[in-house]
């Protein structure tokens, strides 16, 4: 189904050139628009379907002068079928917790994420961020959106310990996962491929056809664990298409 959405609430602006912190020597430029409150849930929708991603209020997509390394890429959930190490990843997790809550930022949360921008993103362009500034991105938006947390099992003293947040959308189509992080001391986890999975178990519970991962970088570190989830679509000039192996 073809989604519309009125584009005269719509004005798109151009950031400037700065640094991609994904591919080294690259200059990153982007496209953006403020989300209206009065149907912004719906303009999601259709602009997640044209491979903008969303922050806060605002959504954006790249818009590099020079490189078109960045693709919206999407799961599509009945086809995907967990490999043996993903397997392996969702046992080694079991214990977890799963809890759904209401986009509501806690100072527990943000000291779960400045830990792992710390060790992981250490100089990235969230590095510096303040609690007012984590609010925001929780809170301030008039989408379909929630908070996954994952604890550790409970003891006697009360919940276990937070070891993983998603920040994701409800689309009419599928999962958007805008923000994921998780406690940077627990590696052999791996907690961000396990948000993937847990949330494709989601979507096929619900009767979603996609779970969307935002965007991929062939060539950067960073992004190399979404390759792992295949089959995949990349949006392409005439639309969604199979990402070949």
Same mark, same amino acid.
């Given at each position: 189904?073809?989604?519309?959405?009125?584009?005269?609430?719509?004005?798109?602006?151009?950031?400037? +050139?700065?640094?991609?912190?994904?591919?080294?020597?690259?200059?990153?430029?982007?496209?953006?628009? +403020?989300?209206?409150?009065?149907?912004?849930?719906?303009?999601?929708?259709?602009?997640?379907?044209?491979?903008?991603?969303?922050?806060? +209020?605002?959504?954006?997509?790249?818009?590099?002068?020079?490189?078109?390394?960045?693709?919206?890429?999407?799961?599509?959930?009945?086809?995907?079928?967990?490999?043996?190490?993903?397997?392996?990843?969702? +046992?080694?997790?079991?214990?977890?917790?799963?809890?759904?809550?209401?986009?509501?930022?806690?100072?527990?949360?943000?000291?779960?994420?400045?830990?792992?921008?710390?060790?992981?993103?250490?100089?990235?362009?969230?590095?510096?961020?303040?609690?007012?500034?984590?609010?925001?991105?929780?809170?301030?938006?008039?989408?379909?959106?929630?908070?996954?947390?994952?604890?550790?099992?409970?003891?006697?003293?009360?919940?276990?310990?937070?070891?993983?947040?998603?920040?994701?959308?409800?689309?009419?189509?599928?999962?958007?996962?805008?923000?994921?992080?998780?406690?940077?001391?627990?590696?052999?986890?791996?907690?961000?491929?396990?948000?993937?999975?847990?949330?494709?178990?989601?979507?096929?519970?619900?009767?979603?056809?996609?779970?969307?991962?935002?965007?991929?970088?062939?060539?950067?570190?960073?992004?190399?664990?979404?390759?792992?989830?295949?089959?995949?679509?990349?949006?392409?000039?005439?639309?969604?298409?199979?990402?070949?192996?």
């Amino acid at each position: 189904m073809t989604q519309h959405f009125p584009t005269r609430q719509l004005r798109f602006f151009m950031t400037a +050139n700065a640094p991609c912190p994904y591919l080294p020597g690259q200059f990153e430029r982007k496209v953006f628009a +403020n989300l209206p409150f009065s149907d912004g849930a719906d303009v999601n929708d259709a602009l997640t379907q044209a491979g903008f991603r969303r922050s806060q +209020n605002i959504a954006y997509r790249p818009a590099c002068e020079t490189c078109a390394a960045c693709v919206s890429v999407r799961i599509p959930v009945a086809e995907f079928a967990f490999s043996r190490s993903q397997r392996k990843i969702l +046992n080694r997790n079991a214990d977890l917790s799963r809890d759904l809550v209401e986009a509501e930022a806690t100072m527990e949360q943000f000291d779960l994420l400045r830990r792992y921008l710390a060790a992981r993103h250490p100089g990235g362009g969230m590095s510096d961020m303040g609690w007012s500034d984590y609010v925001s991105m929780v809170e301030d938006t008039a989408v379909r959106t929630h908070l996954i947390e994952y604890r550790m099992p409970a003891d006697d003293d009360g919940p276990g310990d937070l070891v993983g947040v998603c920040l994701a959308d409800l689309l009419h189509d599928g999962l958007s996962m805008v923000y994921s992080f998780f406690d940077p001391d627990l590696e052999r986890r791996s907690l961000g491929q396990f948000a993937i999975m847990d949330h494709l178990r989601q979507a096929a519970l619900v009767g979603l056809p996609y779970v969307y991962l935002g965007y991929w970088v062939q060539g950067s570190p960073k992004m190399d664990y979404k390759a792992r989830f295949r089959p995949m679509e990349a949006l392409r000039p005439l639309g969604w298409e199979r990402l070949k192996d």
